[in-house]
């Protein structure tokens, strides 16, 4: 439950890059090991948890704002492949920097989350924890849903040329959704690597950037409720199909062409189409 919770905390970030910025970014697992490593840096100088994880997000924001600057004018497939040689470089740079990241990427005995002077050990006490950052998220989620901001995000989104000449900040809207969906990636490494107690450079690669794709477009793009669905469909399968592992990829290709051609609402939209039928049935047995 607990790695549910976390990867739906990094595919909600990843949600506000893609979803409603309109950029593919690579890069959000390269903010997710910034933002352990930065923790675990934190910790290990004597910073409290909540200094810990508000520097990390912090850290993570900024480096967000400097990627976005160097890929100002990079376009659609071109700033994807930006963020991805970001994160390629970063993996190696964690693994050769080891006054910061340990030695190999590998840094153990991390503090435990404090909350209120309570020192979360278990799992079961770090599930609330988790769960009510989630809560928190998807609430500032549902406030920007229902905002007027919406409304110019999606005309960035579907038409940036024509929102230029209308007047709408596109370029900031941009950045904005990637400095704050990239913290909220930062927020994912610090909150993982506190509850593990270790953090290692292997754990944040291209199949875990590939992973947060699958885990936003399986759960569909309309909602950010969508990316519970994902997340929990992504932890879920390896433990039902314990053993076949060599044949994940496979797997997680086939789903994905199946949804965007059979479902391209996603899960979620399966759900909200459940919903409705219930509906429509409700409403005529009511008539009769």
């Known amino acids: 439950m607990n790695l549910w919770l976390v990867y739906s905390i990094a595919a909600l970030g990843f949600y506000w890059i ?20 930065t923790t675990a ?34 376009e ?7 963020t ?21 990427g590998n840094i ?42 919406t409304r110019d995000l999606t ?3 579907d038409m940036p040329t024509v929102s ?10 941009r950045m904005t959704t990637f400095v704050a969906g990239s913290a909220v990636g930062g927020l994912a490494g610090a909150l993982i690597t506190h509850w593990q107690g270790f953090i290692g450079v292997d754990s944040f690669g291209l199949n875990l950037g590939i992973g947060l794709f699958l885990m936003v477009i399986l759960g569909g793009l309309a909602s950010h409720w969508g990316v519970l669905i994902g997340a929990a469909f992504y932890v879920a399968v390896p433990e039902l199909l314990a053993g076949l592992e060599q044949y994940m990829s496979i797997l ?15 899960l979620i939209g399966i759900v909200d189409s459940l919903k409705s039928h219930r509906v429509r049935i409700i409403s005529r047995s009511v008539e009769s």
């Not at 893609?18 to 490593?37: D, E, I, K, P, V």
């Not at 998807?138 to 849903?145: C, F």
Request: proline share 3%; hydrophobic share 60%; aromatic share 14%.
């Open 76 to 82: 659609h497939f071109y700033f994807a492949l930006g």
């Open 108 to 149: 153990t005995g991390i503090g435990y989350p404090v909350v209120f002077g309570q020192e979360l050990r278990t799992d079961g006490q770090v599930f609330w924890l988790l769960a009510s950052v989630l809560a928190l998220l998807l609430l500032l989620a549902v406030w920007v849903k229902r905002s007027p901001l």
């Open 252 to 266: 997680y290709g086939v789903l994905l062409l199946v949804v965007i051609l059979v479902f391209p609402s996603g």
């Open 41 to 74: 840096f934190f910790d290990r100088n004597g910073v409290g948890f909540l200094g810990c994880v508000l520097g990390a997000m912090v850290v993570t924001a900024v480096a967000a704002f400097a990627v976005g600057v160097v890929l100002w004018r990079a």
């Open 84 to 104: 991805l040689a970001v994160t390629e470089i970063g993996v190696v740079l964690f693994g050769k920097t080891s006054s910061f990241t340990g030695t190999n």
């Open 18 to 37: 893609f979803a409603l910025g309109g950029r593919f970014a690579f890069s959000q697992t390269f903010m997710m090991a910034l933002g352990g490593y």
């Open 155 to 157: 005309a960035v989104r």
């Open 164 to 173: 230029k000449t209308l007047g709408v900040p596109v370029d900031a809207l």
